[in-house]
């Protein structure tokens, strides 16, 4: 995990490479796919290429940057709220350029079940490198283990499409002021 600055009473988290592969479930970090748009299964970790990556159905993967949706499989880097606090995301998604089959992939944001990026549906991401969509949702209210799903669409073709989305997390975490009932901004690392 790559800590970069941020303002006091915050810490930026980039997805980057965690060692989730060597305690899977005790990380900010997970990786999923579904097969139905709902229900979000795990990844498993593979050695294979010069980073590793995590696969799933078919052709899906997640590697450091990057993911891939499978034929029929959604893929999903899902970040794992440590703390109650609130959350920025910022990021841009663009197709990978060794992707050269022309076609647009879809993406969503989604808070636990609810979906808070595009508003509804789905977001079109282009099949040009050069023409990425930018993400930025700010003040996002969680709790300690609320999942924020970063989900590429099922593309129902056999074919590899990575695309690159490594988001930023802003995090700010809140703490009981003593004496009072209301959260008070915490100023150290919440992990």
Known sequence: MEIEAAPPGTVLIRSGWITAALV??????????????????????????????????????????????????????????????????AGDIRKDPSSRNGNAVEVRVLLNDRQIWPASGWQEISADYENPASLRLDAIRVETGDAVRFVIRHTGRSDADPVIWDPVITVEKERLVSGSCFPAAESRPIF
């Open 24 to 89: 899977p479930g005790e990380q900010e970090w997970r990786y999923a796919q579904s097969l139905d748009g709902e229900s979000f299964l795990p990844m498993v970790w593979g050695a294979g290429g010069y980073e590793g990556r995590w696969t799933g159905y078919g052709l899906a993967q997640i590697g450091r940057i990057w993911m891939q949706p499978g034929a029929t499989a959604d893929v999903a880097r899902v970040f794992v709220s440590p703390a109650n606090g609130t959350i920025s995301i």
